[in-house]
């Protein structure tokens, strides 16, 4: 009879372990689905901000034929925007469009400044529809940049905080990264008259 007990009490201690290992599996397949879900949603932010700086860079060549026509003599805005926007076209990792598209800020922003000297082009209706097409997308660009960072936030706190961050590690999700204004924008312009 006591043989029997021993190896009730065997069976008991197969079953409580078998549970507890089931019972983990459920919980890593639940934290991996949301890391999955989180990650994708990272991904479809930047998928927003891309789309609207697609549209900013298929403006731009419009935006500088127009402005060409009324200062041909400023060549050197007009070869660094394009510049500017060849890098954006050539950037392939996330780090590498965030800093591309930064200089191609700055770039259009000397070209604002060339405007701001041809009163009779800031006059031409097809280049005030431009403008206003341009200034909408740099809008929906700040927008989406800031959807983008809210869930990169959300995404971060996620793959660090722990017990997620083990099965971060584990199934190979790492921080996303955020997309930061440059050290320019830290400082405020100067308008002179």
Partial sequence: ?????????????????????????VIG?????????ADEEVKGAWAQVENQLQRRFDLIPNYVETVKGYAEHEKEVFIQVTEARS???????????????????AALSRL???????????????????????????????????????IVKGFNQ???????????NIFGFSPAVFYEAEEAAMTAPKVEF
């Fill in 1 to 25: 009879m006591r043989r029997g007990g021993a190896g009730l009490i065997v069976l008991i201690i197969l079953a409580i372990v078998l549970i507890v290992g089931l019972i983990a599996v």
């Fill in 29 to 37: 397949i639940g934290m991996y689905n949301r890391l999955v879900t």
């Fill in 87 to 105: 890098k954006v076209g050539g950037a392939s990792t996330i780090p590498e469009k965030i800093e591309a598209n930064q200089e191609l800020s």
């Fill in 112 to 150: 604002m400044v060339v405007v701001e000297n041809y009163p009779e082009l800031k006059a031409n209706q097809n280049f005030i529809r431009l403008q206003d097409e341009l200034a909408g997308t740099e809008n929906r660009i700040a927008v989406e940049r800031m959807r983008y960072n809210e």
């Fill in 158 to 168: 996620m793959v660090r905080r722990f017990p997620m961050n083990l099965f971060a």
